[in-house]
């Protein structure tokens, strides 16, 4: 299934914590991606990297942070800061940044903020 | 930056019919348009996608046709079966930032 994971698969947190949400890929890829899935609402992009060290904020970046220090790594905080956090988060990689170049998407991880 | 709309939201079909999903948008630079298949609680998987420079793409029973002019592109899917059932997305490339905009989905339903 494409060689990028995504765990876990549930995660329950009270209101007002920090959550980390895991993302590794082995498939060499340089661009890396997080989006949020609302119903309804398609996926909307939080953050993307395009080479290691580097980042940048997609459309609704506020209340989430990201690290890219290894390439095959690119986690998603998930801060207090974000109003509406449960939400299925997906994370995606591709070859590179540029023309026609697939997005493969991780299995998602289900976050329900009670 | 790019902007994608994605008609229709809800589609049902009878099996064995033709179903056509309809996205437009707004960047005329760009040149990448893919298609994402996602079934219940999976992940997207992409199932076509097309470049600038080709008006359509088939595989199998689908295709994916192209307007530059018009800025659209459509999602045909021909003989439907009921394990088509799914959300489809489509996307463009956004050349300005290197990113791929999404449409907001539309929920096939194919009928036995």
């Known amino acids: 299934d494409g060689g990028i994971t995504q765990s876990p698969k549930y995660l329950f947190r009270k209101e007002g914590q920090n959550v980390t949400l895991s993302c590794e890929q082995n498939l060499n890829h340089d661009a890396m991606y997080w989006y949020r899935q609302d119903p309804g609402q398609g996926l909307r992009l939080i953050y993307y990297s395009q080479i290691v060290n580097d980042f940048q904020k997609g459309d609704i970046a506020e209340g989430y942070s990201v690290s890219r220090e290894k390439k095959e790594s690119f986690p998603l905080t998930v801060t207090s800061a974000q109003k509406n956090p449960t939400a299925f988060y997906l994370c995606?990689?591709?070859?590179?940044?540029?023309?026609?170049?697939?997005?493969?998407f991780g299995p998602g991880t289900r976050l329900t903020v009670t | 930056g790019e902007n994608v709309e994605q008609h229709p939201s809800t589609l049902s079909v009878q099996e064995g019919d033709s179903a056509v999903i309809k996205c437009t948008y707004s960047d005329s630079a760009s040149n990448y348009f893919p298609w994402y298949k996602q079934e219940l609680g999976k992940r997207p998987q992409l199932i076509i996608d097309i470049r600038s420079n080709v008006g359509e793409k088939k595989d199998q029973r689908i295709a994916v046709t192209l307007n530059k002019t018009a800025k659209h592109f459509s999602l045909h899917i021909t003989e439907t079966q009921p394990e088509d059932s799914a959300v489809y997305f489509c996307a463009a490339r956004d050349t300005g930032f290197q990113k791929l905009v999404f449409g907001t989905g539309t929920r096939l339903l194919v009928s036995p």
């Open positions: 995606a990689s591709s070859r590179d940044r540029g023309e026609g170049t697939e997005q493969y």
